[in-house]
């Protein structure tokens, strides 16, 4: 039988993910002879055989690849062989100077180590860091690539001789698994009080003992700290929420299964899928009646609670204390009483707490104890969030752990970009090319920039980053605002480089994310929508230069966006200030409909009221952003004066109007908005008559309704009469009031009626963390 050599090389998540372990099985199973080995392309293979079992090798490294393996191209070359191999093997990973490889988001333990988890027989039994090439860290892990255990922060742990003999078994579930340890020779767990001191006896037995007496515990994760304590201990959830100053926000419960949540919140098929993926985001979901009564404090004021199941043995660990440690893993079919109320672990509003002594020192005063390893994680990575419509759709509200850093693929190849993002929930997005087309790689979620150790997350994320896929770029993409640290810092890199930086208006960024994501080409109609953002100098709508946008119909076509309209801008008493107290943007309406004099006895409690109709005679700034007209509508109901976190307005209007239900406009109701007459030749929609209306509705959730109801109609007429008059009928919508899913689902409907298609961001937040990757591609369009 004639032979034949073949190069082969896989590009795509194939490091870290048990690739070259099924390669070498895959290679004996057919009775192939080579090689294979991690590269900066991906894994490259060279194999001697017959030409039919080489065919049969492409095909099942694709068809039969691991569960974690994401296969982008596999390439095959004909070699010319001077010496046939005797023997396949797995070469020592070479270095390359082009970098195509990728590494795997950190993932749940898979069912293989759950099950040895949970045999008494097994010498992993209750062993905190079990994890096998199925499962584990691989993000949070790597400083470097290609993916191997000097690599990672497991370098320092040498492997016992059992480990050892697994790790080099082909056989074996962990063979070349990189983070691969036992009890013997791995990581370990310590518990520590308050003052440091440790506790003796199980550290997961006097974990569990800790937080069933109503104690707060830091425990240390894949990505950070976590803050737990007893979800249905309601003191416990007030102190932790008075130690860490988060009023009000609401703050998410780890159960043991999804059986376990059936009394707290209503969970479809395609949730269900989601809270058991490997990546174990966050998901919300609609409340239970009742859950606020079982679970005091955890989420107020809300319609949905976030819930997440397990994904770290740790985790896993402290359900089977409470479960009485039982042998298998039939319990984890069954309802379990163990509620954990998770929250990160930080200061308020610091970034995530990644290390041992940063947690005693930064933590101190919230902590009751520490439930430490001595394991380093690389790199901060916080849980992620997401939330699903009704027709199961996914919405990324927060990306992160298990999602990054996984490729968004963009339709065209351009030179390597950096973007560096907004001002709030922070992250950055840098692109890399390979053959396949370029590859957008958005980081973690990092937070606010309004703090230092924020600021400096940022900077060690980039540079992470960018070492990590070993990428150097030829362009900085940044937000129009000059106050942003982001902005500056990109201005100081791009003179540190020598490129130039590209200034993307904040809007245009949000709906280029959407166009990323789903790789779309203009013209298309887009509707931004968020809280606020820098506006151009020179556009013909603005009163004034740089004003205040948030409310923006655009034109987009490749690089170049035009504004077509925008909401009628409303007064920011107090600038800043309004954006934290929907009163005052309540108020600023009264005084706009000619009502000012109701300001100082409607708003009595609050203080400055009185003077604030002076203020609004000085022309304050003024702004056409959707947020504030949500505040403004909570404000006029009574739904929310003052918020505690970002949003919170919004929230509970939402929540107001999903208690509701869907409301039709009746034909009084129309007439009584006369919404084509809210249309000032298309450029601007006035929504001022809707807020008179709920400056005299006395119920709240009627009322939120009604703001719902109509607020999506008339967006919809605003949008179909400027399609119709651009001749388009596709459109993009994007920023943070995509979140609230009443408007989207109304939106997505009434579009439909009227022959458009309306496209928002599903994998990437629609908020500012998703900004970066739509300023990469507007930086990508300008180098064209």
């Not at 049969?56 to 010319?80: C, E, G, K, M, Y």
């Not at 063979?175 to 506790?199: K, R, V, Y």
């Not at 610091?350 to 902590?367: T, W």
């Amino acid at each position: 039988m004639s032979t034949q050599r073949q190069r082969i090389v896989v590009r795509g998540l194939v490091q870290g993910v048990g690739f070259r372990p099924f390669v070498y099985r895959l290679a004996h199973g057919l009775q192939l002879k080579g090689w294979a080995r991690n590269d900066g392309q991906g894994v490259t293979i060279e194999v001697d055989g017959a030409p039919e079992l080489l065919t049969q090798f492409a095909q099942r490294l694709r068809q039969d690849a691991p569960p974690l393996a994401q296969i982008d191209s596999i390439d095959v070359a004909a070699v010319n062989a001077d010496t046939p191999f005797s023997t396949f093997d797995i070469l020592h990973s070479e270095a390359s100077p082009q970098h195509a490889a990728s590494i795997g988001a950190d993932t749940t333990i898979c069912p293989e180590c759950l099950a040895e988890l949970f045999d008494p027989s097994n010498r992993r039994y209750r062993y905190a860091f079990i994890n096998c090439t199925d499962c584990g860290p691989r993000y949070t892990l790597v400083s470097r690539l290609p993916y191997d255990r000097a690599n990672t922060s497991m370098a320092c742990f040498a492997q016992c001789a059992p480990c050892l003999h697994e790790y080099r078994d082909p056989a074996h579930r962990r063979f070349h698994a990189e983070p691969n340890a036992c009890a013997d020779c791995g990581p370990a767990l310590q518990l520590l009080d308050a003052a440091g001191g440790s506790i003796t006896g199980d550290a997961i037995a006097q974990t569990l003992a800790l937080l069933k007496t109503g104690q707060i515990v830091a425990i240390k994760g894949l990505g950070g700290f976590h803050l737990v304590c007893d979800a249905r201990n309601p003191a416990a959830v007030a102190r932790l929420r008075e130690r860490k100053q988060r009023e009000e926000k609401p703050l998410a419960v780890m159960v043991a299964n999804v059986a376990s949540l059936a009394e707290l919140a209503q969970i479809s098929d395609a949730e269900q899928q989601w809270l058991e993926s490997a990546a174990r985001p966050i998901v919300l979901l609609s409340k239970q009646a009742g859950a606020d009564d079982l679970l005091k404090g955890i989420a107020p004021q809300v319609n949905t609670i976030g819930a997440l199941l397990p994904y770290t043995p740790i985790q896993y660990l402290l359900f089977h204390e409470a479960a009485g440690r039982p042998a298998g893993l039939d319990w984890l079919q069954q309802p379990q009483a163990l509620m954990l109320m998770m929250t990160s672990a930080n200061s308020h509003g610091e970034p995530l707490v990644i290390e041992n002594a940063q947690a005693m020192s930064q933590l101190a005063g919230i902590a009751d104890a520490y439930l430490l390893h001595n394991r380093d994680i690389v790199i901060r990575c916080d849980d992620s969030v997401m939330q699903l419509d009704t027709g199961g759709a996914p919405q990324m509200i927060r990306r992160a752990r298990g999602y990054t850093p996984q490729a968004i693929r963009l339709a065209k190849n351009t030179e390597p970009i950096l973007a560096l993002g907004g001002f709030f929930n922070s992250a950055l997005c840098l692109s890399r090319s390979d053959p396949l087309g370029d590859q957008a790689f958005l980081s973690q979620y990092i937070g606010d920039l309004d703090r230092v150790a924020n600021c400096r997350a940022l900077q060690a994320a980039t540079e992470h980053l960018m070492h990590l896929l070993q990428v150097q770029p030829r362009l900085i993409a940044h937000d129009l605002h000059p106050d942003f640290f982001s902005t500056q810092l990109a201005q100081r890199l791009a003179a540190e480089w020598q490129i130039p930086t590209l200034a993307v208006q904040h809007h245009h960024a949000h709906l280029a994310a959407v166009m990323a994501e789903h790789q779309l080409e203009g013209p298309v109609l887009g509707l931004a929508l968020d809280g606020i953002g820098l506006g151009e100098v020179h556009d013909s709508l603005s009163a004034n230069a740089h004003s205040a946008w948030g409310g923006e119909l655009l034109l987009l076509d490749d690089a170049h966006y035009q504004r077509l309209g925008h909401l009628r801008p409303l007064a920011m008493p107090g600038g800043d200030k309004a954006a934290r107290e929907p009163w005052r943007m309540a108020a600023a309406v009264l005084a706009q409909l000619g009502r000012g004099d109701e300001i100082a006895t409607r708003f009595a409690g609050q203080a400055g009221a009185g003077m604030l109709v002076q203020l609004l005679a000085r022309n304050p700034q003024q702004t056409s952003s959707m947020g504030r007209y949500f505040d403004a509508a909570a404000g006029l109901l009574g739904v929310s004066t003052v918020m505690s976190f970002e949003a919170q307005a919004a929230m509970q209007l939402e929540g107001l109007a999903a208690q509701y239900g869907p409301m039709r406009l009746s034909s009084q109701e129309s007439h009584l908005f006369k919404l084509q007459q809210m249309m000032a030749g298309l450029t601007q929609l006035d929504l001022l008559p809707l807020l008179a209306r709920l400056a005299d509705c006395a119920d709240a959730a009627y009322g939120a309704a009604l703001f719902h109801a109509v607020l999506i109609e008339a967006l919809a007429q605003w949008l179909g009469l400027t399609a119709e008059r651009q001749g388009i009928r596709t459109v993009v919508a994007g920023g943070g009031c995509l979140f609230n899913q009443v408007l989207v689902r109304g939106l997505r409907a009434a579009l439909a009626k009227r022959g458009l298609r309306l496209y928002t961001n599903q994998m990437v937040p629609c908020g500012d963390g998703g900004l970066a990757l739509g300023q990469l591609w507007v930086a990508q369009r300008n180098l064209d």
